[in-house]
């Protein structure tokens, strides 16, 4: 099982960027997926995450409005489309996937067996 995230760049603060984590080895619509950043310095924190079967996103208040997640079933890649990018944002983002967590623990790092590598997101002001 492996997960590719990738997208992450610098850019200026108001700009967007689209991140995509691909999965081999497994099929994503059967999963719970999620992302979470890091920042340095501080903890890993719950981003956003997509349902295996309703296909229900979840996000955290801090980019609620501002980031949108999907998922393209064919391709077994999910998306992390972030606009209006803040300097708070830069992190490095990591997506995780689970095929048994529960909603109650979508938000919980603990949830997830399986966890791609950090892509880089940069902002400056």
């Known amino acids: 099982v492996q997960l590719q995230a990738s997208g992450g760049g610098l850019v200026q603060a108001g700009d967007s960027l689209r991140l995509s984590c691909a999965a081999s080895?497994?099929?994503?619509?059967?999963?719970?997926v999620a992302w979470f950043r890091q920042a340095p310095g501080k903890e890993r924190e719950f981003v956003a995450a997509?349902?295996?079967?309703?296909?229900?996103?979840y996000y955290s208040d801090s980019v609620k409005g501002q980031f949108t997640m999907s998922r393209d079933n064919a391709k077994n890649t999910v998306y992390l489309e972030m606009n209006s990018l803040k300097p708070e944002d830069t992190a490095d983002y990591y997506c995780?996937?689970?095929?048994?967590?529960?909603?109650?623990?979508?938000?919980?790092?603990?949830?997830?067996?399986?966890w791609g590598q950090g892509t880089q997101v940069t902002v400056s002001s």
């Open positions: 995780a996937a689970d095929s048994q967590i529960i909603p109650s623990s979508i938000r919980d790092i603990r949830g997830y067996d399986y």
């Open positions: 080895g497994l099929t994503f619509s059967r999963y719970t």
């Open positions: 997509i349902r295996r079967s309703q296909g229900t996103t």
